[in-house]
């Protein structure tokens, strides 16, 4: 099961996709998630970038619905879907929160490992924590 996931996770590597999608304003709604998948994130002990830039996008069924970006600066921007269900908002910015957390951590980690991290940490908070995205 998690090795089907990891394959479909990195089969959505093309995070361009999802980048160069028109811009869209989230739903308040949506906001508050993504607030909370931080919050969460946080008190989970993930140690997270000073400055995220959040970007959404209208993201088209055949993209991946979040993704993360590190510019030559330094700064990091996490992309994400206004199209999609509030569980699976939830569930992506976790994941995407845990990458931004290992860019700045082992250099030598590998895509796999990244991406079962990613996997194993949205998981643990979703099953943790009562239906906070409802
Ligand atoms: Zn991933």
């Known amino acids: 099961m998690l090795d089907e996931m990891?394959?479909?996770?990195l089969s959505d590597?093309?995070?361009?996709?999802?980048?160069?999608a028109p811009p869209s304003v989230p739903l308040p709604a949506q906001v508050r998630i993504v607030r909370g998948a931080v919050t969460r994130a946080q008190v989970a002990g993930l140690q997270l970038p000073r400055e995220v830039i959040f970007r959404w996008r209208d993201g088209r069924p055949e993209q991946p619905t979040g993704a993360c970006v590190t510019f030559e600066d330094g700064t990091h921007a996490l992309y994400?879907?206004?199209?999609?269900?509030?569980?699976?908002?939830?569930?992506?910015?976790?994941?995407?929160?845990?990458h931004l957390a290992d860019r700045q951590g082992d250099p030598s980690l590998?895509?796999?490992?990244?991406?079962?991290?990613?996997?194993r940490f949205a998981n643990r908070v979703m099953n943790a924590a009562g239906a906070w995205w409802a």
Do not use: K
């Open 6 to 9: 990891i394959l479909s996770a």
């Open 80 to 98: 994400l879907s206004v199209n999609q269900q509030p569980e699976e908002l939830a569930r992506v910015a976790l994941h995407e929160l845990q």
């Open 110 to 119: 590998s895509d796999l490992e990244r991406e079962r991290r990613a996997i």
């Open 13 to 20: 590597a093309d995070v361009d996709g999802l980048v160069d």
